[in-house]
């Protein structure tokens, strides 16, 4: 009996416990929402695009500094010498135990918004090109900096309850899937500890705000671009006999591309190959000397992606071949780096689903199927080695998705024009998880 109660008591103490910590986890957001709103705000108006996040990295900088951490910026080394590396590292040491790396992206899309917002993004720059584009937080990047800074502030606020190192890292050129490779080339590992997890998170419009959603296993794909030249003969257009025709020879590349995933890849190994660009030729008349092709592929395995990559290069060489196109002008098949698929940890997901359980309740936590798009963040894992998740963040108002569920109309996504994702509830839902899923990996 005595027994009994004693542990009545402990599980009664334990209950309280927990209550207290959610309740003053609870009053600290209340106290900060109003301030990472007018952050929100503030990096919304002002986005800057891939390899050329300066105002905003030395932002994200100071903000962490202000905190505590110590900070050190422009990280990241790119092929292209006319990129910097943006990227920071904020490391918060208190005690032993494991390091967490947290990261958020910095970059933004050339996306001209048209959403209407009172803080819309006015803002236009050159782009590598020296064409001028429109910039945009179109993938709600400045809904997870806002949510990684309000994150950093609570658990300064609680480091009596967690122990080990932090490591929040701000990511430049996610869009362009270079940028934490770039992080990583420049001894991200060596020049700070390496972590023993990695976490973060992206926004999801498909979910309702409030919410929060996870996948275990292969979630997103690894992506590679590739550029295809088709060389042929050019010619006048009322000869073919004297020429050999490149865009013949690009329209059969084109459908016979489509059998390696039909034909050649196992139908349990996801798999996507696009022709995104197709270039060639200048007017009705003239066959011309070469096609461009981009290509997208995406797969999860590094096996399939390799195979996948063997097959283009067989199809297109041996696809010139059969028309004819002499050996000295067979075609060339250029792949472009790209990022790697994201796998998340299963056993890391449970711990971090149940923390995210336990903060913002069973109902608020769902499970969520992978997608075929890419993102960098797996990069950071290398390869498997440390166990990484990226969880998401439900973002839209749930009466307008019933809505569009029912209409089958979708709601602006990401990348959109129009993608406006619910502010506050996402940046409290945000906050609220990423800081219980850090606070389960490094509890006393
Ligand atoms: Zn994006
Ligand atoms: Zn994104």
Redesign the pocket.
């Known amino acids: 009996m005595r027994k009994l109660s004693l542990v009545t008591a402990v599980l009664a103490a334990l209950v309280l416990n927990v209550n207290a910590q959610q309740l003053s986890l609870d009053a600290m957001i209340d106290r900060d929402i109003a301030t990472w709103l007018t952050t929100y705000r503030n990096l919304h108006a002002a986005p800057e695009l891939s390899h050329r996040e300066e105002k905003t990295s030395v932002f994200v900088a100071g903000e962490l500094r202000k905190l505590g951490f110590t900070v050190t910026e422009r990280i990241g080394k790119f092929p292209n010498p006319q990129w910097s590396g943006y990227g920071l590292v904020a490391v918060l040491k208190n005690g032993p135990g494991p390091t967490v790396l947290v990261r958020t992206e910095l970059d933004a899309?050339p996306v001209e918004e048209k959403t209407g917002l009172p803080y819309s993004s006015q803002v236009k720059t050159k782009n590598d090109a020296g064409v001028e584009v429109s910039v945009m937080h179109a993938?709600g990047h400045d809904l997870h900096m806002t949510s990684f800074l309000g994150t950093a502030t609570m658990l300064t606020a609680l480091k009596d309850r967690w122990s080990g190192t932090l490591m929040l890292v701000g990511q430049p050129s996610?869009?362009t899937g270079d940028g934490a490779s770039a992080m990583l080339r420049d001894d991200l590992y060596t020049k700070f500890p390496k972590p023993d997890f990695a976490i973060a998170l992206h926004d999801k419009p498909e979910l309702e705000t409030g919410k929060v959603g996870y996948t275990p296993g292969y979630a997103m794909a690894s992506s590679t671009s590739i550029d295809i030249k088709i060389r042929g003969i050019g010619g006048h257009g009322s000869a073919p006999e004297v020429t050999k025709d490149p865009v013949v020879v690009a329209a059969q590349v084109v459908m016979a591309l489509q059998t390696i995933v039909s034909r050649e890849n196992s139908p349990l190994d996801p798999a996507v190959v696009t022709v995104g660009s197709i270039h060639g030729g200048t007017r009705y008349n003239i066959i011309p000397d070469e096609v461009n092709l981009q290509l997208t592929v995406r797969t999860y395995k590094e096996e399939v992606r390799r195979r996948m990559l063997a097959s283009i290069e067989r199809i297109v060489k041996g696809v010139a071949a059969t028309a004819g196109i002499p050996e000295d002008r067979a075609p060339t098949v250029k792949v472009a780096e790209g990022a790697g698929a994201l796998y998340n940890d299963p056993k890391l997901v449970e711990r971090v689903a149940g923390a995210f359980r336990q903060a913002l309740g069973d109902e608020n936590v769902v499970q969520v199927p992978p997608i075929m798009a890419s993102e960098d963040f797996g990069e950071f894992s290398l390869d498997h080695k440390i166990p990484a998740t990226m969880f998401w963040l439900g973002a839209s108002d749930p009466a307008k998705l019933k809505a569009s569920r029912e209409s089958g109309v979708p709601l602006p996504g990401?990348?959109s024009a129009l993608f406006a994702p619910v502010p506050e509830s996402t940046l409290r839902t945000g906050v609220k998880a990423m800081t219980s899923a850090v606070l389960e990996l490094m509890k006393k």
Do not use: A, G, K
Request: charged share 35%.
């Open positions: 899309l993938c996610e869009e990401l990348h």
